[in-house]
């Protein structure tokens, strides 16, 4: 029985985030309790955050250097392993053909029955937030798992993958929850080794930091000490079922054709 539970592969799930920090500010949470659990969880970072800095001594090329390093730091502190950098200028990340490719291929690679990104449909954000969201979600669903799409992929071997459950972060409309309160010290510390974004003198004053976001969410009715998310599911197809308003048209159509006849 041992070897054949040993034989099970892990469950996958992949992050797909703009910038170095988004993680661990959205949902680090969240990967460290799934990692705990035995998930193997990919962090895809689209931007090195090659353009978030005041110093104006710190070219985009060292940045980028700087904040990948500091990503692979906080990805330790959570129980990540793997971090793929696509490296697209920050600021400048367009939702074309060539980019929702990357999205697909890395789908196809890492091969994740969950996808956590940006909700970008939320209105006002950072550009590259809304960006990322929506062609990490469009590649999830439909073109990661269709054939036809990005054909050339599936000629080299990298076959369809279906991504079916989708968390959405940062969204204004959160339905699903994730209690992370146990692993608000691990996130806290994951936080503080993007030295470079991170505004707080010491990891005390980010613990009152935290500390002061979940008493305003509680008092807000907000659950406290969690990270939530907007969730999708993209299951077997199944037939479109009528509105009750498209039914009582379609009985009025149907009532109206017969007293004709």
């Not at 659990?37 to 060292?62: I, M, Q, R």
């Not at 940006?118 to 999830?140: K, P």
């Not at 079922?241 to 054709?257: G, I, T």
């Amino acid at each position: 029985m041992a070897d054949a539970e040993a034989a099970v592969e892990a469950r996958r799930a992949l992050v797909v985030m703009a910038h170095p920090d988004d993680i661990e500010f959205t949902c680090g949470g969240t990967v460290a309790q799934l990692s705990d659990e035995g998930w193997h969880v990919t962090f895809c970072l689209v931007t090195s955050g090659d353009k978030g800095t005041k110093d104006p001594k710190l070219g985009p090329a060292d940045l980028g250097a700087l904040r990948e390093a500091e990503q692979e730091a906080a990805s330790r502190e959570l129980g990540i392993r793997r971090c793929i950098f696509l490296r697209v200028p920050d600021g400048h990340v367009e939702d074309g053909s060539e980019f929702r490719g990357q999205m697909v291929r890395v789908l196809r690679d890492v091969r994740p029955e969950l996808l956590i990104t940006w909700d970008g449909y939320r209105g006002f954000n950072h550009r590259d937030h809304r960006t990322v969201g929506i062609a990490a979600l469009d590649a999830a669903f439909p073109l990661a798992r269709n054939a036809n799409s990005y054909a050339e992929q599936v000629a080299t071997g990298i076959e369809p993958v279906r991504v079916n459950t989708v968390l959405l972060a940062g969204s204004n409309e959160p339905n699903f929850f994730v209690d992370v309160s146990e692993q608000q010290g691990r996130r806290i510390d994951a936080l503080l080794r993007h030295a470079s974004q991170v505004q707080a003198a010491n990891r005390d004053e980010m613990v009152k930091r935290m500390q002061r976001r979940s008493e305003m969410a509680a008092r807000a009715g907000r659950v406290p000490w969690a990270e939530g998310f907007r969730r999708l599911t993209f299951g077997e197809a199944q037939p479109p079922r009528r509105s009750e308003a498209l039914r009582a048209e379609a009985k009025a159509r149907e009532s109206e054709q017969a007293s004709d006849g």
